[in-house]
């Protein structure tokens, strides 16, 4: 999971609000699907990392690229190390956001590499929405996607109206180039963490309920 300062614990949040992703998943392990999480923490260069296309907000200089070879290169064998192998299809990437875009971007760009992609209200406006012809040539037809949105992500109505279409369109994007999209639109719900705490238990029991029940 990307932005991992909010993934835990309240103290080291952006805003003084987690996603309780402790006790979400101790719910869904009780049950007996119990997952691994590793929250990977940013720093402010946040929009660098996490948006692989130049823009105002990186000074034009995209990072992630770099950062998702790190996280399969170097992160992935270290967990393995520690934890023991995990294949595909039993990996999740997940985040919000830009850190959605970056797990949109890093699923398809190594669809060998991740079968289930929690798109949590994802920032894909940078460049002109240049993700979206990106993804002409890309498909991951493996991999599950979750793709949300709050259906009050933006200063008005009518905005917000906009955002929620344009999930959608995304949504009928992906299709033809995935296993499946699985959509949902928070009713009542912002762009925070907050909102995402509330979907989050979904999504997780969404991916593990769902997963193949060997690893063969």
Same mark, same amino acid.
């Given at each position: +999971?990307?932005?991992?300062?909010?993934?835990?614990? %309240?103290?080291?949040?952006?805003?003084?609000?987690?996603?309780?992703?402790?006790?979400?998943?101790?719910? =869904?392990?009780?049950?007996?699907?119990?997952?691994?999480? /590793?929250?990977?923490?940013?720093?402010?260069? &946040?929009?660098?990392?996490?948006?692989?296309?130049?823009?105002? +907000?990186?000074?034009?200089?995209?990072?992630? $690229?770099?950062? *998702? $070879?790190?996280? *399969?290169?170097?992160?992935?064998?270290? *967990?393995?190390?520690?934890?023991? /192998?995990?294949? /595909?299809?039993?990996? @999740?990437?997940?985040?919000?956001?830009?850190? #959605?875009?970056?797990?949109?971007? #890093?699923? =398809?760009?190594?669809?060998?590499?991740? #079968?289930?992609?929690?798109?949590? !209200?994802?920032?894909?406006?940078?460049?002109?929405?240049?993700?979206?012809?990106?993804?002409?040539? &890309?498909?991951?037809?493996? !991999?599950?996607?979750?793709? $949300?949105?709050?259906?009050?992500?933006?200063? !008005?109505?009518?905005?917000?109206? %906009?955002?929620? #279409?344009?999930?959608?369109?995304? /949504?009928?994007?992906?299709?033809?180039?995935? &296993?499946?999209?699985?959509?949902?639109?928070?009713?009542?719900?912002?762009? $925070?963490? @907050?909102?995402?705490? %509330?979907?989050?238990?979904?999504?997780?029991?969404?991916?593990?309920? &769902?997963?193949?029940? !060997?690893?063969?």
């Amino acid at each position: +999971m990307h932005d991992g300062q909010n993934v835990f614990d %309240e103290a080291s949040t952006f805003a003084g609000q987690s996603w309780n992703v402790a006790e979400a998943a101790q719910a =869904l392990a009780s049950e007996g699907h119990p997952c691994l999480i /590793a929250a990977l923490s940013v720093n402010d260069e &946040r929009s660098r990392r996490y948006v692989p296309f130049p823009f105002e +907000m990186n000074a034009f200089n995209p990072g992630a $690229d770099e950062y *998702l $070879d790190w996280t *399969l290169v170097t992160l992935k064998p270290a *967990l393995a190390q520690r934890f023991g /192998a995990v294949d /595909a299809a039993h990996t @999740a990437l997940a985040g919000s956001s830009f850190g #959605g875009l970056v797990t949109l971007y #890093g699923g =398809l760009r190594a669809p060998a590499e991740f #079968g289930t992609l929690g798109v949590f !209200s994802p920032a894909i406006f940078p460049a002109d929405f240049e993700l979206l012809r990106w993804l002409e040539n &890309r498909a991951a037809p493996q !991999s599950r996607v979750w793709l $949300d949105m709050g259906d009050r992500e933006a200063a !008005s109505l009518e905005g917000a109206a %906009e955002v929620v #279409g344009l999930t959608h369109d995304l /949504a009928a994007h992906l299709k033809p180039k995935v &296993r499946e999209v699985h959509v949902t639109i928070g009713a009542g719900h912002w762009h $925070d963490e @907050a909102a995402w705490a %509330e979907r989050f238990p979904a999504f997780l029991r969404w991916w593990l309920e &769902r997963l193949p029940s !060997s690893r063969e």
